[in-house]
């Protein structure tokens, strides 16, 4: 008896630990998604552009830096799409903003295969130090309505530089 209640208490720690493991692997998907936003966005802010399209000889312009604009809708466009089960994205859904060269497509940013979460990207200003760009990703990995949301910031410095936050916000990462 003693050998059959040890059993059952070790196959119920091992289920737990594995039920952990695999909603601790599926939110690796918002981080990593997440930081390739940022890098994207860091990388949008650091392009070259030019103040006028066209630039006479012997003339100079300065450069013109901004933050690409907010999506205008999340990806997918409703929680319910992501409870409890992966979406899969087409290229329309990140290129909602394509006419405006805002949101994802400025960030030429994508994800192709299924997911587990649902992604936005909003701006506060545009290119003066102190305007910050938050990249969401919100995860309803067991489908109880109870959202995991992970946020990733970077805002520019006094020095005209994009500043990651050094930690990505967690609220309740396995939910």
């Known amino acids: 008896m003693i050998v059959v209640v040890i059993i059952g208490i070790l196959s119920t720690l091992a289920a737990y630990g594995v039920r952990k493991y695999i909603a601790s692997a599926k939110t690796v998907e918002a981080r990593n998604a997440l930081g390739r936003m940022a890098n994207a966005a860091v990388i949008a802010y650091e392009n070259e552009k030019m103040a006028s399209p066209v630039l006479g000889q012997g003339a100079s312009t300065g450069l013109a830096r901004a933050l690409c604009g907010s999506a205008t809708q999340t990806v997918p466009s409703a929680a319910s799409a992501i409870a409890g089960h992966k979406y899969q994205s087409s290229l329309a859904d990140w290129n909602a903003d394509s006419a405006t060269n805002s949101g994802f497509a400025c960030l030429h940013f994508t994800i192709d295969e299924p997911q587990y979460?649902?992604?936005?990207?909003?701006?506060?200003?545009?290119?003066?130090?102190?305007?910050?760009?938050?990249?969401?990703?919100?995860?309803?990995?067991?489908?109880?309505q109870i959202l995991s949301t992970f946020q990733l910031t970077g805002a520019i410095s006094t020095s005209y530089v994009i500043n990651l936050a050094p930690n990505m916000l967690e609220v309740s990462p396995e939910e």
């Open 117 to 144: 979460f649902m992604y936005g990207y909003a701006v506060s200003g545009s290119s003066q130090p102190g305007d910050s760009f938050t990249a969401t990703a919100n995860g309803d990995l067991n489908g109880d």
